[in-house]
């Protein structure tokens, strides 16, 4: 049902991880419905994407478009990186099925939610970017039952 | 990937070589229409009869209660659709639970668009239904009770000799889909006071697109397939003579082989079990402990998504199934785990393996080792997880 590609970079994930300290940090989705995205941006003065880091709990096109993601907006300038599209991510990764098209999107909302925090933290507004629509709170209800 | 590991048994089963050999005649040589006069094709006709009795035997039934139907979901459409016909002038209401099969539970949607009532009951964290809700959703116009003797995800079997004493007491027909345990557990009619039983063929060494509908003498159930006079009138179509010749090899080969092969996949089964919550931390058993079908295993791990584990497992060369919503094709995941009380994003975390009598220790072994593997790198990945380890620090 996936391609090579997606297939790649689901068991070959590049960019894992964390940044400490990051410029900007955008969690995404919700995990009632089985994806959350977050992606780590360390942004330098010229504004451009020096390192990006993910972590997303999902399924494998979750995990692709991620990996996918973070490989498009890496080296890239801030204002170049909004430019990378849910589309452009679902190319890279020569397609996706129809029932997976929303990983892809969730996938471009997790960039610009970092950038959106990015932007906020240094009081600063980049042109065409919107306050990201599925942010979730670091202070939501979490499930803390033990097994 | 050297080999595979096949542990999705309760979604189907290889047929056996001895199913395939008995069918394989009713192909090329055997291929009259059971209809016809001429001796040719009238002993095919006997050898249905042979099956039905095979069958009957296997849940102490007659051969004549016994209905061949195209599968597990025909006979659940049947019995629900046909008894809410039938049993019209008597109520409107039929009571089933959560966690019944599609083929229930979107029959039961149809029916309550068609004017009947329904009643889901819920179920305990361990997948049973509870005797005392059962008797207060019984009304006067309480026509059908249907209860599945074993869940398909979480593997619990119902107390379903209790429930039929119920629905006995109260005078309402009970139908129970037994898809998963027919040929797993021992099942008597008689003493479970079951009306109606519904089984497939694939799930138990034989083929697909065979099953059938057991239907108590008595039972006032009308034809489901109106045509030509197979099945008593009440299912029409030119019979599946090969599906019906594996049905019954399947099932005289599972009633022959039942006990040892099932004490077999029981030890297996708890090994599998008492490894992964052993050696896997935040992970949950879903079904019940010790009532639970032979060869089934259910986890939820924590902070991971079930499609992303399966993947991995089959690149491993492991087959196993999840509730995930991303295996399903909706957004929420399984509404088994759902009934049980699971939180959704445990819910999409869940595992099922099932096992056969081909499943070895050393596949267990192996299964063991690259479930750990697999979680820890996945929860590596996981956002969720990262939040909670840093809320644990």
Redesign the interface.
Known sequence: M?TEKV?DH??N?RN?G?IENASGVG?VGN????????IYLDIDENQIIQDVK???????A??ATSSMATELVKGKSIYDALKVTNKAVMEALDGLPP?KVHCSLLAEEAIHAALWDYAEKHGIKIEGLEKPKSDIHEDEE??SE?? | MSKLIYLDNAATTKVAQEVVDAMIPYFTENYGNPSSVYGFAAKNKDAITKQREIIAGALGAQANEIYFTAGGSESDNWALKATAEAYKSKGNHIITTKIEHHAILHTGDYLEKCGYEVTYLDVDENGVVKLEDLKAAIRPTTILISVMFANNEIGTIQPIKEIGAIARENGILFHTDAVQAFGQVPINVDEYNIDMLSASGHKLNGPKGIGFLYIRKGVKIRSFVHGGAQERKRRAGTENVPGIIGLGTATARAMRTMEERTAKEKELRDYLIGRILDEVP???LNGHPENRLPNNANF?F????G??LL??LD?KGICGSSG???TS?S?D?SHVLLAIGL????A?GSLRLTLSEETTKEDIDYVVESVKEIVANLR?????????VR?NK
């Open positions: 996936y297939m689901f068991q994930p894992v964390e969690t995990a009632k419905c089985g994806d959350i995205m977050r993910f972590k997303t709990f999902g399924c494998g979750a995990v029932v979490e499930e033990e097994y | 935040y992970v949950k939820s924590r902070f991971i998504e499609e992303s993947i991995m690149m995930s919503a991303c094709g957004l995941p939180p959704h994003e445990i999409h590596n990945m996981s956002p969720l997880y990262e939040d909670f809320k």
